[in-house]
C-alpha cells in the first residue's frame, strides 16, 4: 500500500508542479503478431530495439486490442472506446468510403491539445477521408500528418507483392483505384508512394516534430501508426536482404529501425527521461500470407479471429526513470491508453462514456490492473449476436467461434470454420491454456461459478453498449477516392504526381 501511494504522489506531482508535463510517443505496428519479437520469443527476428525496450522497459504478455482488424482497433486505441459504439463497423475503410471517425468522437491528441500539446500523426490513418476531407486526423486534434489515408494495400494491384525492392506483380492489377497517395496535412504530396524512401521520410518528419516541440519547450504527442508488418511488405536499402526472415523480417527490421531513430532523437534532445513511449500492434497476424504475414506464436489463429491470436498483441512501455523494467502478467488494453495519457498529463477526460481505464500503477508501480474483463467483438458486430468471447480474469467464454480467411492457412480447422454457436460457452483457462486448446469441463461447481459470472458481466456490459450508427454502411463514392490532380482525365489512372 504505502509503494502505491508513493507512486500516486509520484504522478501526481509529475503532472501538477513539474514545468515540462510529459510527451507521449504511441507506435502502433500492423498486423504484427504476438510472436514475431525477439523479446516475444522469436528464434530469427531483428528487432534489437524493440527488444531492448522491452528488457529496459515494461513488457506486457496479456495486452489486447478490442478488434481483429485495422480500422475498428485504430479508432478504438484513440477514443478509450469500444469501436461499436463510434460505429467503425464492419470491417475497414477503402479510398473512397463515404463515412469515417465521427467528429463528434474525442481523440487523444484531442485531450491533450487544451494543455498546449503539439500533436503529429505520422503513417497509417485508416480512420476516413470524406468529402473535402472531413476525417483526415487534421479535423482529429492533430497539427501535423505525414502519411497514407488507409492501408497501403489499397492501391490498383490487389493482395500482391508490387513495391520495392521487390517491383514484381503478380495477378491482377489496374482494378480501378487511384495509386497510393502520400499526404501531408490534407494535401496530398506524392502519388504514388515511395515505398524505398518512405521510412527516411517519416524518420525525417519525427525528428523535426520533436526537435521543434523541444525548441519551443512544447510537450508532445507523436502517434506512429506504421504500415509495418501489414502485407504486402516492403523495405528500403538500409533493410532490404539483411533480415533471416525474408520479406516480413526485413520490413520488421524497417520498423525496428525506424523506432530506434525516435529513441535517439528523444535521446539527442534531452527529453528521453520525460517522455512516455508505447508500442504495440492493432492485430494478429495474416496467417492466410504464410511466412509472409507473422506468426501469433503459441496462441490460436490469427487476424479477423475472436481467438487470442487475432486480438492479444505484444506490448511495451517505456520511460527511464519512472517505468523500472520488468514483466507484467496484468491484463490491459488499446482502450487504456487515452486515460492514462490523460491521467499523466493532467488532462480531463471526455464527457462520454469510456471503455479503458487508467493502467498508470501498472507503468509506474508493476501494480494491478484496474481491468477485470476484455470484451470481443468480431469483424462484422451485430446487437443481433453482441460479444463472441469475454474474458473475466483467467477464464475465457466463447460464445460464438468463427474462423476466416485471413487465418485460414494453418493446420488448425478452427481457424477457417465457419460461425458456431456455444451454449453454454466454451471456458478455457488462459494461464494455463493460452492456446485456446482444452475447453474446461462446465458441468464441474467451480466452472458452474465461473459461467454465472461470466452471464452477469456479459449482460451488464451489453446493456450498456449503445451501437454507434454503421460508418461502413454508408459505402463509398469513387470520386471521394485521393486524386493530386482531381480535375485530371481519365480516373483513376491519371492521378499521377
Known amino acids: 500500500m504505502g509503494s502505491s501511494r508513493f507512486a500516486f504522489f509520484s504522478i501526481f506531482l509529475l503532472c501538477t508542479c513539474s514545468a515540462s508535463p510529459p510527451n507521449f510517443v504511441l507506435i502502433f505496428a500492423d498486423d504484427l503478431g504476438y510472436g514475431d519479437l525477439g523479446c516475444y520469443g522469436h528464434p530469427s527476428s531483428l528487432t534489437p530495439t524493440l527488444d531492448r525496450l522491452a528488457a529496459e522497459g515494461l513488457r506486457f504478455t496479456d495486452f489486447y486490442s478490442t478488434c481483429p482488424v485495422c480500422a475498428p482497433s485504430r479508432a478504438s486505441l484513440l477514443t478509450g472506446r469500444y469501436q461499436t459504439r463510434s460505429g467503425i463497423y464492419p470491417g475497414v475503410f477503402y479510398p473512397g468510403s463515404i463515412g469515417g471517425l465521427p467528429l463528434n468522437e474525442t481523440t487523444i491528441a484531442e485531450v491533450l491539445k487544451p494543455l498546449g500539446y503539439a500533436t503529429a500523426i505520422i503513417g497509417k490513418w485508416h480512420l476516413g477521408v470524406g468529402h473535402n476531407g472531413m476525417f483526415l486526423p487534421t479535423k482529429q486534434g492533430f497539427d501535423h500528418f505525414l502519411g497514407i489515408p488507409y492501408s497501403h494495400d489499397m492501391g490498383p494491384c490487389k493482395n500482391l507483392t508490387c513495391f520495392p525492392p521487390d517491383i514484381k506483380c503478380y495477378g491482377l492489377c489496374d482494378i480501378g483505384s487511384v495509386a497510393v497517395p502520400l499526404m501531408e496535412s490534407e494535401i496530398i504530396k506524392q502519388q504514388p508512394v515511395n515505398f524505398l524512401d518512405l521510412e527516411r521520410t517519416y524518420s525525417d518528419f519525427a525528428t523535426n516534430f520533436i526537435t521543434t516541440s523541444v525548441e519551443k519547450k512544447q510537450p508532445f504527442f507523436l502517434y506512429y501508426p506504421s504500415h509495418h508488418t501489414h502485407y504486402p511488405q516492403y523495405a528500403g536499402i538500409g533493410a532490404a536482404g539483411q533480415s533471416l526472415r525474408g520479406p516480413y523480417g526485413d520490413s520488421l527490421l524497417e520498423f525496428d529501425n525506424s523506432v530506434g531513430h525516435l529513441v535517439e532523437t528523444l535521446k539527442r534532445t534531452g527529453v528521453i527521461n520525460n517522455t512516455l513511449v508505447f508500442f504495440t500492434s492493432d492485430n494478429g497476424p495474416e496467417l492466410m500470407r504464410r511466412s509472409r504475414g507473422g506468426i501469433a506464436g503459441p496462441l490460436k489463429c490469427g487476424k479477423s479471429t475472436t481467438y487470442e491470436g487475432g486480438m ?108 458456431e454457436t456455444h451454449d453454454p460457452p466454451l471456458i478455457f483457462d488462459l494461464e494455463a491454456d493460452p492456446c485456446e486448446l482444452y475447453p474446461l469441463p462446465v458441468d464441474e461447481s467451480d466452472i458452474q461459478s465461473v459461467l454465472q459470472q461470466v452471464k452477469t458481466v456479459k449482460e451488464q456490459f451489453e446493456s450498456s453498449m449503445v451501437f454507434g450508427e454503421s460508418q461502413m454502411a454508408k459505402g463509398k463514392d469513387p470520386n471521394l477516392e485521393p486524386c493530386c490532380n482531381p480535375e485530371c482525365s481519365p480516373k483513376p489512372s491519371c492521378c499521377h504526381c
Open 312 to 419: 492479444r498483441e505484444p506490448a511495451i512501455a517505456y520511460w527511464p526513470g519512472t517505468i523500472k523494467p520488468g514483466v507484467t502478467h496484468e491484463m490491459a488494453s488499446t482502450l487504456d491508453i487515452l486515460p492514462t495519457l490523460a491521467r499523466l498529463a493532467g488532462a480531463e477526460l471526455p464527457p462520454v462514456m469510456l471503455d479503458g481505464v487508467d493502467m498508470t500503477d501498472i507503468l509506474v508501480n508493476q501494480g494491478k490492473s484496474k481491468r477485470e474483463t476484455v470484451m470481443f467483438y468480431p469483424v462484422n458486430p451485430s446487437e443481433d449476436y453482441g460479444l463472441f468471447a469475454l474474458r473475466l480474469g483467467k477464464y475465457k467464454a466463447h460464445f460464438y467461434t468463427q474462423g476466416a480467411f485471413h487465418s485460414s492457412t494453418t493446420p488448425d480447422k478452427d481457424c477457417s470454420a465457419l460461425r
